[in-house]
């Protein structure tokens, strides 16, 4: 799926709408489209282009220094990583250059259709659901400006499905928007509308109170790996007549031990006698980059909880919140919207 820009895209923009209604397409729409046709198709079939480029010395490399089988052995590691990223950038490129081609045809032909639908959220993200068609929103993390529960007009290209722009057919109804979105919350966040309830009366329902067990978990393996790494390299230092390096792998040891251990000792707090918590204020996300892919995060007021992609996805910005969670953990356990008007300004025009 294609993502616009790191700005946000307003699709009830009037000047847009106005456009759309008239049959054209403005020219941010169309830096829009552009995007996702670079996005869609170019980008992965250059990708592929250079991957195979950059790769085949390499492949070419390893298959000329097999002589025997135990090299053919050590080779087919490589080989198989090799082949692995191919397939990955092939599937990628499969997936997305049909919907470059449609983006393409539908800006040539500017074939403008409206339909009457609401946000709706899948496993890709937002979407606008119409009769039985969903239609493709700029970017599956981000509603363009639209609210769950409203009904909206909107233009969108025929063959792609892509959403130029929308209009209200009727002005919000906050409670009507609250109860959608947060649908859309407990579905992408794991937790029930009972879950919820017992949580604003102060209590922590026997689920959530498991919530913390797959930290206990992890964190006793790493207190036990750490243990048995400690304990051999202890032992080999002293095999060797090295008494003096001891204490650098009991420091190391001890101290991924004191961490896994606190990480077990804060799991079983909450799994047991810990009160639920709970903070209220304005919500955004936050995504960190790491070595392993990226983190994801609920800020909500001064407090930030680690969520799915899933969930992060679901957070619409600008919206004040109440989030419940456990103190100890700091797990976020479920999560409900308090004021759904969100400000014109969070948008780009």
């Known amino acids: 799926m294609f993502s616009t820009s790191d700005r946000k895209v307003n699709l009830l923009d009037p000047q847009n709408v106005a456009a759309n209604r008239s ?14 046709v670079g996005l869609g198709g170019g980008c992965a079939m250059a990708s592929l282009s ?3 480029l950059v790769s085949l010395p390499f492949l070419l490399a390893i298959l000329s220094t097999i002589e025997d089988r135990g090299d053919f052995v050590a080779s087919l590691f490589g080989i198989g990583v090799l082949v692995t990223i191919a397939l990955g950038l092939i599937l990628s490129a499969g997936r997305s250059f049909p919907l470059a081609l449609k983006v393409h045809r539908d800006q040539n032909h500017g074939a403008i259709r409206q339909s009457q639908g609401q946000l709706a959220f899948d496993k890709n993200g937002y979407v606008f659901q119409t009769g ?5 929103l700029p970017s599956p993390e981000d509603s363009g400006g639209l609210l769950p529960g409203v009904t909206y007009r909107v233009y969108y290209l025929e063959e792609s499905g892509f959403v130029l ?3 209200e057919i009727l002005p ?3 409670a009507q928007v609250r109860t959608a979105l947060q649908d859309i919350l407990a579905q992408a966040n794991g937790f029930t509308l ?3 309830m017992q949580n604003r009366n102060g209590e922590i329902t026997p689920a959530q109170r498991m919530k913390p067990l797959t930290d206990v978990i992890e964190g006793g393996f790493l207190m ?4 048995l790494m400690g304990g051999l390299s202890a032992w080999g230092l002293i095999q060797d007549g090295l008494i003096g390096l001891l204490p650098l792998p009991l420091l190391v040891s001890g101290l991924f031990v004191l961490i896994a251990g606190w990480r077990v000792v804060s799991g079983l707090l909450d799994m047991s006698v810990s009160s639920l918590k709970q903070v209220q204020g304005l919500g955004r996300r936050k995504k960190i980059a790491t070595r392993g892919g990226s983190r994801y995060y609920y800020v ?12 992060y996805k679901a957070l619409l910005e600008g919206i004040e919140y109440r989030a419940f969670y456990l103190p100890r953990t700091n797990m976020l356990i479920s999560i409900e919207p308090i004021d759904v008007l969100m400000p014109a300004t969070h948008y780009a025009r």
Not at 132 to 136: F, I, M, V
Request: proline share 4%; charged share 30%; net charge positive.
């Open 165 to 167: 722009s929308a209009e």
């Open 132 to 136: 039985e068609r969903r239609l493709l």
């Open 172 to 174: 919000p109804r906050p």
């Open 194 to 196: 009972d879950d919820l």
């Open 50 to 52: 250079l991957f195979i």
């Open 300 to 311: 909500i007021g001064e407090r930030r909880f680690q969520v799915s992609y899933r969930a």
């Open 224 to 227: 036990l790996f750490s243990l």
């Open 23 to 36: 049959g054209e397409i403005t020219r941010q729409q169309k830096q829009w489209l552009t995007m996702a």
